[in-house]
């Protein structure tokens, strides 16, 4: 009982902190590229996590294969040089809240890129929740303002590909997950996305490390280190002895904590139009996982997959 209202807190102290990435990320903004951002971040976390991942293998007595290797690095430049830069570009053009909500529908496109890729039953149920949370997403975007301005649409567009970049990432990353574990998979997919983006780096005419520093060093230590490296250890170890349902369900609790949280440190407005649409993709995402969770491959969606310490 102990164990568990300690992992309980070590997953609350990791969904604040994936709900407050937005935000954190909209005050670095014109200090640093958006590419080189990335780089850092997740050269970094993936150094972070590598000593914990090391450990996980050698629990499991799990070797990685030249397969695995490959695997993981088509995964790191799907999840970073694709997905993950191109929802950090988009911060520049939208809000924090969002974005939140954009990402936060992960799961629901999980679900569907699942029943054609994995073959996964689409129940009548999780299509309900599909079409719930895919109208709750274009309502939020209607109450986002002006749709007309280019920068808005080019923003939005970018984290919507971004984001179905993620859901195909979690869905391809399955089985690498299953045999290696979550957080050494995280931690190699991190350094190979890592290093597959810094050509884009020096490509754009960037030094990789060079930038001002002491204006946002404060942002820059917790999107480098406490969102993508202790966060991230945080949630999977919690996963280990809580259902992994309490995982999957910080998509339903990060876009109406990040949009509060938004409006708190940035001044953005909850207009009531985003509130209906946050509510709809929530609901979505509930019924997805309620209908997936009774066919026991709950674990898959939205959430990387529980991993017991026995096998991690």
């Not at 949630?235 to 809580?242: D, H, I, P, R, V």
């Amino acid at each position: 009982m102990k164990n568990d209202k300690l992992s309980i807190l070590w997953l609350s102290i990791a969904i604040i902190s994936f709900s407050s990435f937005e935000v954190v990320s909209k005050t670095v903004i014109g200090y640093i590229d958006a590419t080189q951002l990335t780089f850092i971040r997740f050269l970094t976390g993936g150094l972070f996590l590598l000593p914990f991942a090391i450990v996980d293998l050698k629990k499991r007595n799990q070797n990685i294969s030249g397969k695995d290797y490959l695997s993981m690095i088509a995964l790191g430049i799907l999840n970073v040089a694709i997905s993950m830069n191109m929802i950090q570009i988009g911060y520049q053009y939208t809000n924090a809240n969002l974005s939140a909500v954009i990402i936060s529908a992960n799961p629901i496109f999980v679900a569907l890129i699942s029943s054609f890729i994995l073959k996964e039953n689409l129940s009548v149920k999780k299509m309900i929740g599909l079409t719930i949370g895919i109208i709750g997403v274009l309502v939020a975007l209607g109450g986002t303002g002006n749709l007309s301005h280019p920068q808005i649409i080019a923003g939005i567009a970018l984290q919507v590909v971004g984001m179905i970049a993620f859901s195909f990432y979690t869905v391809f990353g399955k089985k690498t997950s299953q045999k290696l574990g979550s957080s050494a998979m995280t931690s190699f997919t991190d350094l190979f996305g890592a290093l597959a983006i810094l050509p884009v780096v020096y490509w754009k005419g960037i030094e990789p490390f060079s930038f001002d520093l002491e204006p946002i060093w404060l942002q820059m230590v917790y999107i480098c280190i406490v969102n993508t490296g202790i966060a991230f250890y945080l949630y999977f170890k919690a996963l280990e002895s809580l259902d992994t349902s309490l995982g999957a369900m910080s998509f339903l609790i990060k876009p109406l904590l990040a949009s509060i949280i938004a409006a708190l440190f940035l001044g953005e407005t909850i207009t009531i139009q985003l509130f209906i649409g946050i509510l709809f993709v929530s609901v979505g995402i509930y019924l997805v996982l309620l209908s997936t969770k009774g066919k026991k491959n709950y674990k898959n969606i939205g959430a990387k997959p529980k991993v017991k310490s026995s096998t991690l």
